[in-house]
Every structure is written in structure tokens, then in C-alpha cells.
């Protein structure tokens, strides 16, 4: 996790940026139950999505090539959070990969994706990195109504996105 735990906020905004805590695991196991997309998910109990939102907290703590941050309401509810994975790179130099980014459905389009990514490109800055990456899946909303080029991002005409599956 980034050593900086100092939050962030606009004046004009309701929302708080901070790192997680273990504390944030059934808040975010909530934040992915209610974005609905993910078919293990929303097929587990629950206590399962905690258990593995917990796990992969544990983990992200652990490590400073990892930060997690959340977006919480005055009322300190979270309801947002992005997930950015710091790599060294010999071509390029330090880079991050923000693996995810979900807001819960109920505050979409008040402002905190774009709070997210600002406070991972400070970051990113503190840790000299020379960019910050991520994919979004063309069906998503997000990426139907240019979230991401509207903040900023280039799309990449030039790359193709591969993934391999492991067996269990």
C-alpha cells in the first residue's frame, strides 16, 4: 500500500478519497455485488465476496507495489474504489496499472471516477511514473459515453488485449 494515508477532497465535493483498510473488505465486497457484472460474484453467498474482498486487502496492504483507494461519503459510507498496481518498467520507467475502478450505481456521475483517478495520478507523480494504464471493456457504459477520454486517457488503436486463464 502507498505510505501515504493523508485523504483528499474537493471543497465542492461530498466525497473523500482515502487508502483502504482491512476495515473496507465488506464495503467493497458490497460495491462489487451491487455493480452485478461479475457472474462468481454474484453467484457466491455474501460472506464469500467479503472473504475474498478481505483476502485481496490483506495482500494489497502487504505490498507497497499496490494501492487501494476508496471513496467515502460525509457519512463515511464508501461506495467507490480503484485498485492501481505499481510495475517497473526497462523500456519506460515506473508505471501503474489500474486494475479496477467501480462506483456504486446510486452515486454514478457525481464526480467520483474522476476523484479516483486524480488521486492515482498524484500518486503516480510522488512515484515517478511515466503513465498510468488500464482496459475498459467496450460494452461498458463507461467507455460508451468516453468516461476516460473525457478525463484525459488515450484510447490505443495500436494494442490488442490478451488474456490467458489458469486452471484452479
Known amino acids: 500500500m502507498s505510505s501515504s494515508s493523508s485523504s483528499s477532497s474537493s471543497s465542492s465535493s461530498p466525497f473523500t478519497i482515502r487508502a483502504a483498510t482491512i ?15 461479475f457472474q462468481p460474484i454474484n453467484a457466491e453467498p ?7 474482498a478481505a483476502k485481496s486487502l490483506a495482500v494489497c496492504l502487504a505490498s507497497s507495489d499496490n494501492t487501494l ?26 508505471e501503474g496499472y489500474i486494475s479496477e475502478l467501480f462506483i456504486k450505481e446510486a452515486q ?11 488521486a492515482a495520478m498524484q500518486q503516480a507523480r510522488e512515484r515517478g511514473c511515466t503513465r498510468l494504464m488500464l482496459f475498459n471493456r467496450k460494452e461498458r457504459a463507461s467507455y460508451q459515453r468516453r468516461f476516460y477520454q473525457k478525463q484525459g486517457w488515450v484510447e490505443r488503436d495500436d494494442t490488442a488485449c490478451f488474456m490467458y486463464f489458469l486452471d484452479e
Request: charged residues 15%; hydrophobic residues 55%; glycine residues 10%.
Open 23 to 37: 476495515d473496507d473488505a465488506a464495503a467493497l465486497a458490497a460495491i462489487l455485488r451491487d455493480v452485478g457484472w
Open 46 to 52: 455474501e460472506q464469500d465476496t467479503i472473504a475474498r
Open 69 to 94: 483507494l476508496v471513496a467515502e461519503t460525509l457519512q463515511a459510507a464508501v461506495v467507490g474504489y480503484l485498485f492501481v498496481h505499481w510495475l517497473p518498467n526497462i523500456l519506460l520507467g515506473a
Open 108 to 118: 454514478r456521475g457525481q464526480g467520483l471516477g474522476h476523484l479516483l483517478l486524480e
